[in-house]
């Protein structure tokens, strides 16, 4: 949830006074102010503008850790788990019968 201080430090880490979030989201001054004053979670519908605003996302500004980011393969790796994720369920027990000793094999550190 958010906090007075977390807001405010939110705002003065991006540099920001009250009347520029303000503006930069399209509300007033006094809300900002209260807000951070009082810890009350803004209204839903400024919470997106004031994240951008700040350079973080709807969750920090709730007082949430940042989101993992989810890392997937990237490339001819993508393009061939895209393809075995669309054959069917025995065809890829298969590939993945293969492709397990060789996983395993490199999380054990070996090559």
């Given at each position: 949830?958010?906090?007075?201080?977390?807001?405010?430090?939110l705002?003065?880490?991006?540099?920001?006074?009250?009347?520029?979030?303000?503006?930069?989201?399209?509300d007033?001054?006094?809300?900002?102010?209260?807000?951070?004053?009082?810890?009350?979670?803004?209204?839903?519908?400024?919470?997106?503008?004031?994240?951008?605003?700040?350079?973080?996302?709807?969750?920090?500004?709730?007082?949430?850790?940042?989101?993992?980011?989810?890392?997937?393969?990237?490339?001819?790796?993508?393009?061939?788990?895209?393809?075995?994720?669309?054959?069917?369920?025995?065809?890829?027990?298969?590939?993945?019968?293969?492709?397990?000793?060789?996983?395993?094999?490199?999380?054990?550190?070996?090559?």
């Amino acid at each position: 949830m958010a906090t007075k201080s977390n807001l405010r430090q939110l705002r003065e880490a991006a540099g920001l006074s009250v009347r520029e979030l303000a503006r930069q989201i399209g509300d007033s001054p006094t809300n900002v102010s209260y807000w951070e004053r009082s810890g009350q979670i803004p209204r839903s519908d400024v919470l997106a503008p004031m994240a951008k605003a700040l350079g973080v996302t709807v969750e920090e500004l709730l007082g949430e850790p940042r989101p993992k980011r989810v890392v997937s393969p990237g490339g001819r790796s993508r393009q061939l788990f895209e393809a075995v994720s669309k054959m069917p369920r025995r065809q890829q027990e298969k590939i993945l019968d293969i492709l397990e000793p060789f996983v395993r094999q490199h999380a054990n550190g070996s090559s």
